[in-house]
Structure formats: C-alpha cells, structure tokens
C-alpha cells in the first residue's frame, strides 16, 4: 500500500477520476453540426446547438456506437436502455439552459482497466460507469474589456464521461491510469486523447484518511488538461488535506482548480459551483434502446487492445513484458512495431522470427524513439518510415553493412529522410566483405605495430580490441566486423 | 351564394375545383375579413401579401389541374408555430420581434400542400393558459357574446386568437396546440371544432415548446371534415422530432362515414365534477342520446385516477416548462435587457421578458424538480400520469370511444377567474387527462348554453386512432345540427 507520511504517521490517498473524452464522430450528439477542432468561432453551430425555438435534439447514431465500442473495450456491461436527462443550470456557453447528459441510467455500466505500473507490476481499476453528454461552448474572457464572448462551435459535442471507482492510490497510478484510458480510447478510435486541444479532460476526485479509517472528505479538483498536471494536483491536494487535518482542522467538501503555474489547487468561487442542477428525463429524446445483436456486432469489430496485444507480444513474439509494454502503450508505436516486423520478415526471410521481434524492438525502442523524441513529431509525421527501419535492418542481415555502420546510416536518415539503400550508396557506406582488402588492412596494421603485435603474442590479450580498432579504423569502418575478427585471430596466432 | 369566408375547407375546395371562385378571390376576402376583425385582436401579425403571393401559385396549379390538399386555403397560424422570416413570439414579450430562419414542420407541410398564410394568431404567453389573457400583446375576444350582455367574453386559451379568428370567420382554419386543452377548450368556447391529435401524430419540430411531453399541435376548423382534411396534412413522422411516432397518416376524411352502429362509448363516471353547471350535465346526456340514436351503445366506465390528472399536470407541465424555458436568457436571441454582469441580465432580461403566468409556472417547474422535492412532486406525478394512462387503456379495452363534456363551463369575461389561479386551472380538467395520456381528443360544437353561448362535447379515443374520433364528432356534429354564429363576425351579423 502506498502511503503518505505526516507529522502524525502514515496517510492513505483516495482518488477516483472523472474524464471527460469527446468522441471521435463527424457530427455534434444531437444535431448535425460539424465538430473539427479550430474552425472560426461560431462557424460550427446549428439552431439546435444555439437552443433556438422549437427545435428539437435527435441521437447520432455514431456518437452512441463510440459509447459502446468504448464501454466494451473497458470490459464493461453495455445496458441496453438507457435514458437521456437533462441537467439544468444557466451560463451563457450552454445555450438551452441545460446540458443533455444520462444520470440515472447511463449507456454503459461497470468495468475495469489494468494499470501497468513502471516496475512491471499491474493494478485493476475499477469504472463505474460511461454516459454521453453534450459539450458546452467556450466563453472567451480575454477579448474584450467588458464583455465575455462566447464561442459555440464546441456545444452540442459529444462526450464521454469515464467515472473510476476511488481505486487509485497514488498520483502516479493516477497518470498510469490515464495513460491507460488514452491508450485504450485511441485504440478504439473513439477518442482521440488530445488533452492539449480539449479533447481529454479530468476531474479528480481526492480524499486522505488513516489506513482502515473509514473515508475522509473529498475535494473534486476540476478541468484538469494534463497528465503531469493531475498528478501534481492530486500530490499538492493530498498534502494540503493532510496538513489541514494534522492542524487539527476539517477538511470541506468543495469544488477546486489547479493552478497550473504555482502548482497547486485553489477553491473555485462558491458561484461557479452553487448548482441544483434538477435533473429530469429529456422529454425531447425516447429512452435510448440498443439491440444486443447491434451490440454483439460491435463487440466483434473491436480491434486488439494494448492487453491482448501486450500478451501476444510476450508470448508470440518473445519480447520481454517490458519491451511489450512500451511498445504496445501508443497504438502508434505498436502499429509500427509490426509494420516494420512484417516488411522485415518479408524482405529477410531467411532470419529466425523471434530474432527480427527483438532486432526491431531494440531498434525502435533504442534510436528510432530517442530521434523520434527529440524531434518532436508524432510518428505519422516522422521522416524516418516504418519501411525505411526494415530496410536499415535488412541491410544489416544480408551484410551490406555492419551494425556500427547502421547506426550512422540511421543518423543520416533523421538527418535527410533519405531511404538506408540510397544513403548506403550515396556515400559509399557498403561493408568491406573482400577477405584479399581486409587481410591488406591486417597486415599493415599488423606491421606498423610490431612491439603490440609481441605483446599480446606473449599473453597480453586484452589488446585484440585494439588491432580490431585499428582495422576498422584503416577501413573506415567498412569492414565486416565478423570477418575482421576472423581474419585477425588466424593472424595474430600466426 | 355563401359569403367566401363562411365556407368549409371542403366547400372551399368544391368551389375552386369547380371554379366558382379563385384562391385570389378567398384571399382577398379572408384579407378583408382580417381587417374588419381588428377589434378582437386575434391577429399579432398579417401577412397579406404573402397571402396574395401564395393564392397566385395555388391559382396557377389549380389552372394546371395540380394542386395539393389545401391548396388556396387561407389558414391562421397560432404564434408558436416558427415561420420562417416571420415574426414568431409565442405571445411572449421575451421573444419580441423574433423572425425564426426556420419553418415549422406542421406549416412547412401545410404550405406544401397549397395552404395560404393569413397571420399569425395571439395566444396564451408560452400556451400557458386557459383564457388568451396571459398574452403580451393584449387579450383576444371571443366574438361570441352572452345574451342580452356586451361585455367582452375570452376565446378560451391557450390557442385563443385561432378560435375567435376561426369562430370570427377571419380564417378558414387555424392551427392550434394543445398541451393540457389548448385546441379544445378554445374551440369549445367559441363553437368551432378541434382536434388534439395522439402524442407523436404530428411533429413539434418548430413549435416553441412548452411542455415537451404534452404539447401536440392540432387544427381548428369549423367542421369536423376540415378537421380531418387538415389533419391529414399536419400528421406525419418527422425524423427531426425523436418523439415523433413512424406511422402511415389514415385517410382520416374516409373515416366520416356517419356510421357508428355498434361503437361503444364509454361514459366516465368521474368527470361529473362538483360545481359543474347542470346545462353541461344536460348536454353531455343530450350527446349519450345521438350516439344512442345513431346504433352506439353507451357503456358506463371507471377512469378513477381522474381527479389526480390536474395536481399532476400542474407539476409535470411546470417542471417541464421552467427547463425549456431556460433558453430565453437574452444571449442569443429575443428580449436583453443588459446588466452589470450575467446573473443581472439575465434576472433583468427574465423579469422585463416573462408575463405573471409564466414567471409562477417556471417557479413550480424548478421548485418541484428541485432536490428534496423531486420525489414528492416530479416522481409522484410521473407515478400518477402513469395510473391514469393506464386508466384509459383499461377503458378502451371494452370501448371504442370516451364521450365527455369538453369544459365544464361556457366562455367566461375577460378578468374573470383571473385573480384565481386555480379556478383557471379547473377550465381544463375534462382536457387534461387526455394530454397525460396521449391520447386523441375531439372538441364538437354540440348546443348553447343558458346564455346563448357555445358547448362542446369531447370524443376520446385510443392512440393513434384519431379516425375514430372523428368519426364519432362526426355523427355528434350531424345530431347536433350546429348552425349558430357568433354575433360578431366578418361579413355581419348572423
């Protein structure tokens, strides 16, 4: 059990997430308005998301299919009436005065997600439920002294809201949490995780107690748009809890924000959060009814998730669970894990298979992340190509070149973006496989370094390494290392 | 020859097809007839040019032997109706001078099928009343007057200025909605017919709402064929209203066949109200002895949840309304009344925009859906509009019909019952039950009271069966042999 430590002794966290994921549709929940993320404000409202008179909300039919897709990959009971309700408050971004949401019956019920932890270790959280809901507009604060302009592109979007049951311990299971959900959510395609543009946004819910007391009272830090920044609030939250109680004060149940540039949570004005929000049945929208064929057929489409995929990994592929873990955490990586491992096995079908998984393992994990990350690209927009790693790899097995001429090859790739063959080419990188060159390179290193040469004859072996440098050197790196070796060895002992 | 104005929809469509007159001729009297009716104040807007324009395309189809249900007939639109272009204010000083960029499914259809715009008609702010004196823009006369007393009397509400501009022969029909009686309390007031058709029969897309589970638009006509003429072009699934029923619209004009030998009417014992006036006890005996005469056999029935239907409307109707409400805040559209921050606009905007009926109904609405009163009000009447939608279907399980008195008094003066509340609400409990339930209702025309004023008899049928409840006004319509007229109406006197 993690805990921390106070002045009084050892103090457990609780923290259950709410996340808020805007489904991946091309359509608003109940009108047709367009959803792409940075259109000019206002450009992307219909009279329904604007609540003019008379008009009515009408079910997408692809934001539901996403719920359920979604609910499904987190294992979860998939409830086949639903019911919409409205939650009513007033703001200027909510243009009907309520929001459209399910509270009482939401479409999908209880199901889990399994952390995987840095030190290999896995954790079952629980989710108690997903429901839709509508997105509010944007109110811009900033652009006029006095007035507050509002932006409706965003009301009338789809939401998922992801509830956890208070099953996290820590700030760091907390991001491995949403890491996890992020992962699962693009994997499904039903969001695209994009904390930065909005569209992945957490509430957390935090309360400290003494191990096996009963819960304390918990404060809901809302809005959060990062995973660095949940988990900061959530360490300052917990110790700003802990502090207050071992003060001997109470702690009061409130709304919070976290204040991104000092790092810690400060409570909202009562205003913002005073709601009786008196939610009732959405009189415009029939109960929500899927038929379980429906559901079953997407149950069938459901592409494989990090899991299944991570175990398939281990167990087909022989990659350690680490190396499967980091591949598997983005959809990204793991597809081009296995396009590169498919158009290597194609193009080296002589390798042993399990020998190609970890050759592209250790060279996606180990140069291509490290250039990847230092970009700063995503991998789609990445220079270096999933065919480019195979062919890298190819050139290697088939000994074009030598795995330390690889990796400048690979330099120069995320230098120019140029292929491994051309570059090969270009600068006349292919391996010295001549045994009549090599040996000429031997003997003259051999002859230029005759006292080495008695030295190590008399014993001193430890100075291979340096007749392999010197060789390697005098070919300019060109030779075939193993040929080298070879060739010296019969040399040496000669 | 008949007056152009004092036709039928079915003796208007004769006279066209036979050319006796052109649908410029009907207009340009309807126009007139318009303009002498000022005094009732049933018009908030006209619109005869648009009329004039429409009857010039209704002409040239009729010449090419085309046209469509309605072609050339020139309606009234009750202002909760969004027309496109056109003012739109739901009798409601918030939505002053608000020109919708959207049609109505109900009148799109109606244009569609050659109908010609006269106006827009006054109505109860919001639909919320039962006497057309709530409206921001003045009440509306009945053009009936009791015997021997001049004093203005009101049209009934909320569908108020479509009844006295029906009755006042300044249309030749009217839309209506009906949310607790609103088509047939009005009709019966002024000796017209209306029909409340099933919930989900026609489409409340465009219509401002008020009670979205209620609220149901319905025509008003003055005979029960341009009833079911008008209705058949009303009705029909619209994929914009998710409570919209997907079902075929009858040939409702081939359901008057007079012949209800056989039928079974059910005659509910608890809707003998205390207080109610013996001429409406007679009446209601009078209607028994047609239905009798014409082969019907009468059957006495239990609809014991009966005397719950008004509490309970009087929450579900509120609660619903103070949620759809909500959107006429001053941001977007309608009334602002500025402030120094958003709370004070809007409390300025709402209290400048809102009539005294509204602004109690929103207080009930948020009161009893409000946590701590949710359960003793909202879901306590949601139980009880269950109880008495199953009261119904029990009935109609040995009924083919319900026949009740439509209101349990005749039109009242302007200013009476009106610093009551509850005596108002009483106007609808015949109305009411039919509205929880969802049901077809029919207002007939069927005798005079003491004072010479008009009575109406209600047919209730099953869902969806709103050919049989015309069938049955019908045969009411025929036995009542309804010939009286308001004493003040375009073209004269009576």
């Known amino acids: 059990m993690s805990l921390i430590e106070g002045r009084t002794g050892s103090w457990e966290v609780i923290i259950g997430l709410e996340v808020h994921a805007q489904v991946v549709s091309k359509a608003k929940l109940f009108s047709g308005a367009a959803t792409a993320f940075g259109a000019e404000p206002n450009t992307q409202v219909s009279t329904i998301d604007a609540a003019f008179p008379g008009m009515l909300p009408v079910i997408n039919r692809v934001c539901v299919e996403q719920a359920v897709r979604t609910g499904l990959g987190l294992k979860a009971e998939i409830n086949l009436v639903s019911v919409f309700d409205r939650k009513n408050y007033f703001y200027a971004d909510l243009p009907a005065g309520y929001q459209i949401s399910q509270y009482t019956r939401p479409v999908v019920g209880k199901g889990e997600i399994i952390l995987d932890m840095a030190d290999g270790s896995t954790r079952t959280v629980g989710i108690t439920r997903l429901h839709l809901e509508q997105d509010a507009g944007k109110s811009l604060h900033d652009q006029h002294a006095e007035y507050t302009y509002v932006d409706l592109n965003r009301a009338g979007i789809a939401l998922m809201e992801i509830v956890s049951e208070p099953d996290l311990r820590t700030a760091e299971e907390a991001g491995a949490y949403l890491k996890k959900l992020r992962s699962i959510l693009r994997y499904l395609g039903t969001c695209d995780g994009n904390m930065e543009e909005g569209s992945m946004r957490c509430d957390c819910n935090v309360s400290v107690r003494k191990p096996g007391a009963p819960l304390g009272t918990r404060c809901e830090i809302k809005n959060v748009n990062s995973i660095r920044y949940v988990m900061q609030a959530i360490e300052h939250e917990a110790r700003r809890q802990i502090e207050i109680i071992e003060d001997g004060g109470k702690i009061d149940q409130e709304t919070r924000l976290f204040d991104a540039n000092k790092g810690i949570t400060r409570p909202m004005r009562s205003k913002e959060h005073a709601h009786d929000y008196r939610y009732f049945p959405d009189p415009d929208l029939l109960p929500l009814v899927l038929e379980k064929g429906w559901v079953d057929g997407i149950r069938k489409g459901l592409p494989e998730l990090p899991d299944a995929k991570k175990a398939r990994f281990e167990s087909e592929l022989g990659l350690s669970a680490y190396n499967a873990g980091v591949l598997v955490a983005e959809k990204e990586s793991a597809d081009l894990y296995e396009r590169v491992l498919a158009a290597v096995a194609k193009a080296a079908p002589g390798q042993p298979k399990g020998k190609l998984a970890v050759d592209v393992a250790n060279l996606v994990m180990g140069d291509y992340f490290a250039a990847l990350n230092a970009s700063g690209k995503p991998i789609a927009d990445f220079q270096v190509t999933p065919a480019m790693l195979a062919e890298l790899l190819a050139l290697q097995y088939d000994n074009t070149i030598s795995g330390r001429l690889a990796k400048d090859v690979f330099a120069a790739m995320v230098e120019t973006g140029k292929s491994p063959a051309a570059l090969v080419e270009e600068r006349g990188l292919k391996q010295v496989t001549d045994t009549g060159a090599i040996d000429a390179s031997i003997d003259a290193v051999l002859r230029g370094n005759a006292d080495k040469v008695a030295e190590y004859r008399s014993g001193k072996d430890k100075l291979f390494g340096f007749f392999v440098g010197q060789v390697m050197k005098a070919t300019q790196g060109k030779a075939n290392p193993a040929l080298v070796n070879e060739r010296l060895k019969q040399k040496l002992a000669g | ?494």
């Open chain 2, 1 to 494: 020859m008949t007056a152009l104005t004092d036709l039928t929809i079915a003796e208007a469509r004769a006279g066209l097809r036979k050319k006796e007159f052109s649908a410029r001729d009907l207009a340009e009297a309807h126009i007139a007839a318009v303009e002498e009716t000022h005094s009732l104040n049933a018009y908030l807007v006209e619109t005869p040019e648009r009329a004039l324009e429409m009857a010039k395309r209704s002409d040239e189809k009729l010449a090419r032997g085309q046209g469509g249900a309605l072609e050339g007939m020139p309606l009234a639109i009750k202002d909760l109706f969004c027309t496109e272009g056109i003012q739109t204010t739901a009798g409601s000083r918030i939505l002053g001078g608000f020109k919708p960029p959207y049609e109505s499914t109900v009148t799109a259809k109606l244009w569609a099928a050659g109908a010609v715009m006269l106006g827009k008609v006054n109505m109860d702010e919001f639909a919320m009343g039962s006497s057309n004196t709530t409206s921001a823009y003045g009440a509306v006369e009945n053009p009936w007057r009791r015997r021997g007393d001049n004093r203005p009397l009101v049209p009934g509400g909320s569908s108020g200025g479509s009844a006295a501009a029906v009755a006042a022969r300044a249309a030749l029909a009217a839309t209506g909605t009906d949310t607790g009686g609103s088509i047939r309390q009005p009709a019966s007031f002024a000796g017209i017919v209306g029909i409340k058709p099933t919930y989900g029969r026609c489409s409340r897309w465009g219509i401002v709402a008020f009670a979205s589970s209620l609220d149901q638009a319905g025509p008003m006509t003055r005979s029960v064929r341009d009833a079911a003429i008008m209705l058949g072009t009303m009705a029909g699934h619209d994929p914009k209203d998710s409570t919209s029923a997907p079902l075929p619209v009858p040939d409702f004009e081939a359901a008057l066949t007079g012949d209800v030998r056989g039928m079974k009417i059910g005659i509910p014992r608890e809707y003998r109200v205390d207080g109610m006036a013996a001429e409406i006890e007679q009446l209601w005996q009078q209607g028994i002895a047609w239905l009798k005469a014409a082969g019907a056999e009468p059957v006495d029935i239990s609809l014991k949840m009966t005397k719950y239907a008004l509490p309970a409307y009087y929450i579900i109707a509120p609660a619903e309304a103070s949620s759809n409400l909500a959107r006429y805040d001053g941001v977007r559209f309608g009334l602002r009344v500025p402030g120094e921050s958003l709370d004070e606009m809007y409390e300025a905007t709402r209290a400048a925009g809102f009539g005294a009926e509204v602004k109690r109904r929103i207080l009930i609405g948020t009161y009893v859906l409000s946590a701590g009163y949710y359960d003793a009000y909202y879901l306590k009447a949601q139980k009880l509009r269950a109880l008495i939608a199953r009261d119904f279907a029990e009935a109609f399980k040995t009924v083919d019909a319900i026949l009740a008195p439509t209101a349990p008094s005749a039109a009242f003066a302007i200013g009476e019952n009106s610093d009551d509340p509850i005596a108002m609400y009483l106007n609808d409990v015949f109305t009411v039950p039919v509205n929880l339930a969802g049901l077809p209702g029919i207002s007939v025309p069927a005798g005079l009271s003491g004072e010479g004023l008009p009575l109406g008899l209600q047919v209730i049928g099953r869902a969806f069966d709103e050919a049989t409840v015309l069938k049955v006004g019908d045969v009411i319509e025929r036995s009542a042999g309804f010939t009286h007229k308001p004493q003040f109406m375009a073209g004269g006197r009576a």
